[in-house]
Each structure stands twice: as structure tokens, then as C-alpha cells.
């Protein structure tokens, strides 16, 4: 145990319940992608009285970066005394849109009952504030520390990471030998350690018809049952066949520890934007259907593809004048950081330290940044730690537990000191 660390984290108990009550009062919420300009740079001059060296980066160009949204993210350096390794902690600042049903003003940064409220307290400027006070306290029992901190507030993870950590990445910011080790604060609770996520392909499949009048459709083709016989093979052969692809990445919840294809929408014929009135009456010649599929480390993306093609050029060849054009939206590789890499092992101890018990290891059912750290920084000793329980994320009334915020500082201050100093003392 080690009680000065400890102890130096307890002593900034009201400070770490005041920093993420100061962050939830900034509205970053995105899209649009409010206020991030001001939340860095309160995050920034924070940073700079520690002694940090901070950076103001703009994603100009980046999707949604405008003059009046510009995605500003900050970053934060504190060299040590000696040369040595770098432990980065990447938070996001942006929330999504606080949405109805809150009994409390989601942007008060309201205290009570031993929680903060407000959205973004659990996903994840709880986190954020952890990390700060780990970085605190860990160099004031350590002044002489070797190596260096780094603490980023970045754009744009709710909607992909483009302006935010991928714009970094794409900058250098997450490779060595600038950066060694990132530990992502995200809320996946306290004593586990999520060390990746599944893979996702985006695809947009159109099928194409003949226009004709409604009322003698065999003179036309209609687009939209085409898209009626993808959609039954997806229910007699896919969906099936995914649903037994099991994987022996820990995803949780267990029901995502499969394959999984959600179909997003669907859409076809004449606009429905009729009313008052009446549709009118043609056969459609398209029919457009976007699907979301989540698949895991034991399949590889081509096979992932080729079993949706499969079943398309099938049905072109088996189908009259079916014919159809496939469009890739987005894809990114499942990751899983191993368990012995060096900030998985360090977080391990923190929390073995901190719980007396050994962590959970879990994987994301759904991406976030690691993926550009892994992707664009090849940097691969990646995890997302931090306090905060998954499932209260993007809900309304969203908290994060203060008890729980300063038990994760505790973790990350041991993984800072394992990391960089390589002992727990
Ligand atoms: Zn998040």
C-alpha cells in the first residue's frame, strides 16, 4: 500500500469534485461541437499551473470543424527531472445532447448525495478529472520523477474521433518515442480494464427498379421488394450464422461476445413527405438500406464482407432483374491490447493495490479512441481505465460516484508510478 500516494490523492478529494463540476459547466456538447474552445482552455490554464507545457490544436477542416465550431483540442506536457517513458492520459470533452427527462439541469454540475450530476459527469469528465489529480498527486510525493506526463482534452469521440484524437494521431501525438503508454479514462468502472473493441463495418446497399405507374407495376420493377428478398435471406442465413460466431474477447455486455449486424435504416421509393395529401402512386426505383455489423478478432474484415456479397450476388444471379452497388461507410479493425502488455499490467497492480482483488478484463462492444491510437499512432499499450459505470452514460441524469473518482485516481497514480518510477513504492 502505498500510503503517501494515497494519501496525497485523499487531500484533493474537493478539488476533484470541483474540476468535474468546472467541466460539466461547459456545454460541449456534440454535434455540433459547443464549446470546446473555452472547456480546453480552462483544462489548459489548469494544466499550466502544475507546470504543464500546453498546446492548443485545431482540426482545421476536420468534419464539423467551422469558425463558430472550431475543434479545439489541448494538450498538456510535464517533463520529469530525467529522461524516461511517457504516460499519456487522453480524455474526450465533448457529451452528446442532454435529451429529455433529467430532474436536474444537466449543465449545473449539481453535488449531491456523494455523486456529481450533469452530462459528461460519468462519459467522461469524471475521468478527466481523475487523471488530473493522479498526475497531482503522483508528482507531489514524486517531484524527481523521470520520464514524463501527458494529459489531453480532445474533440469529437462521440461522432469518430476525426477532429480529436485521429487529428493527433495524424500529427504525431500518439507515437513514439513521443508517447509510450495511454490510459483512456473512459467510464467502464473502477476495477476493470477494458483493453480494446470490437470491429465495426459500416455499408450502404442500394437496390435498383424500373419507375412505372402504380397502378400496373408489373410494367415496372420494384426496388423495394428486391430489398424485401436481401432483407429475408439476412433472416434465413446471416442473422443466424452471426448469432453462433462466438468469441473469446470478454466483450460485455456477454450478448455482444458474438457477431452482430444491426440494420440502421431503410429507405425507398417516392418521398414520404406527402402529407397532408396523398403518396404518389409509382413503383420505386430504389430502395437504399444501411447496415451496422460488428464482428470480432477471430474474423477477418474480407470474410466479413464477403458474406453480405454472397448473398447478394446470389441473389443477381438467381433473382430476375435484381442488381444492386454496395458502398463502404466506415471500418475499423477489433482490437485487444494483450494482458501483459506494460500499462495493462501497471493499471492491474493499481488496482489490486486500491481493491485487493484482481481486475476485470473487458471488451467494448462498440469503438472509441484507442482505435486511432492503434490504427494512425501504432502505438498498441493502449487501455481505457477510468470510473463511472458504462451504463449511465448518454442517459439522462447521468452521475459519476465521488468515492469512485478517487479510488481510479488512486489506480492511475500506482500505474504513473509503476510506469514511470517501475516500483509501487
Ligand atoms: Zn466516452
Known amino acids: 500500500m502505498n500510503e503517501r500516494l494515497f494519501k496525497a490523492v485523499e487531500d484533493r478529494v474537493d478539488d476533484l469534485v470541483a474540476l468535474t463540476a468546472d467541466l460539466i459547466r461547459f456545454p460541449t456538447v456534440n454535434p455540433p461541437g459547443e464549446a470546446y474552445r473555452p472547456c480546453a482552455e480552462f483544462l489548459g490554464a489548469r494544466l499550466r499551473k502544475l507546470g504543464f507545457e500546453t ?43 442532454a435529451g429529455d427527462g433529467w430532474t436536474v ?32 498527486a503522483f508528482m507531489e510525493v514524486y517531484p524527481d520523477f523521470p520520464g514524463a506526463i501527458e494529459i489531453s482534452g480532445t474533440a469529437d469521440e462521440e461522432s469518430g474521433g476525426f477532429g480529436g484524437v485521429a487529428h493527433l494521431a495524424m500529427l504525431g501525438y500518439f507515437s513514439k518515442p513521443k508517447v509510450d503508454h495511454v490510459i483512456i479514462p473512459e467510464p467502464l468502472n473502477k476495477d476493470r480494464i477494458c483493453l ?42 446471416l442473422f443466424p450464422a452471426l448469432d453462433r460466431k ?46 451496422d455489423r460488428r464482428f470480432l478478432l477471430e474474423e477477418d474484415i474480407a470474410t466479413v464482407k464477403g458474406e453480405v ?19 463502404d461507410l466506415m471500418e475499423v479493425l477489433p482490437l485487444m491490447t494483450e494482458r501483459d502488455a506494460p500499462v495493462v499490467k501497471a493499471v492491474a497492480k493499481g488496482i489490486m493495490e486500491v481493491f485487493d482483488r484482481e481486475p476485470d478484463y473487458v471488451i467494448s462492444p462498440g469503438t472509441y479512441d484507442q ?16 470510473p463511472g459505470i458504462l ?3 448518454h442517459r439522462p441524469d447521468e452521475w459519476v460516484g465521488i468515492a469512485d473518482m478517487v479510488e481510479s485516481a488512486k489506480v492511475m497514480a500506482i500505474g504513473l508510478n509503476i510506469l514511470l518510477r517501475g516500483t509501487t513504492d
Not at 106 to 116: L, M, N, Q
Open 391 to 393: 451504463d449511465l452514460a
Open 309 to 327: 456479397t454472397g448473398i447478394l450476388e446470389r441473389l443477381k444471379r438467381e433473382r430476375k432483374k435484381f442488381d444492386y452497388e454496395i458502398r
Open 196 to 237: 480494446g473493441h470490437r470491429g465495426v463495418w459500416w455499408a450502404e446497399i442500394e437496390t435498383k427498379g424500373e419507375i412505372a405507374h402504380g397502378s400496373m407495376p408489373f410494367l415496372g420493377d420494384n426496388a423495394v421488394r428486391h430489398m424485401g428478398a436481401v432483407l429475408q435471406a439476412f433472416e434465413d442465413e
Open 105 to 136: 439541469d444537466p449543465f449545473a454540475g449539481v453535488v449531491k448525495d456523494g455523486r456529481v450530476y450533469g452530462r459528461g459527469a460519468c462519459d467522461m469528465k469524471g475521468g478527466l478529472a481523475a487523471s488530473v489529480i493522479a498526475a497531482e
Open 371 to 386: 482505435k486511432h491510437v492503434a490504427r494512425i499512432g501504432h502505438l498498441y499499450d493502449c487501455i481505457a481505465y477510468g
Open 246 to 291: 462466438m468469441t473469446r474477447m470478454p466483450v460485455v455486455p456477454e450478448g455482444a461476445r458474438r457477431s452482430t449486424m444491426n440494420i440502421n435504416s431503410v429507405h425507398g421509393g417516392q418521398t414520404e413527405d406527402f402529407r397532408p395529401g396523398l403518396p404518389s402512386p409509382n413503383v420505386p426505383d430504389w430502395c437504399r438500406l444501411t447496415i
Open 55 to 97: 498546446e492548443f490544436i485545431r482540426a482545421e477542416g476536420a468534419p464539423g470543424d467551422s469558425d463558430r465550431y472550431p475543434r479545439v483540442n489541448v494538450v498538456a506536457r510535464f517533463d520529469g527531472r530525467s529522461p524516461g517513458a511517457c504516460v499519456h492520459f487522453n480524455s474526450h470533452i465533448d457529451v452528446v445532447e
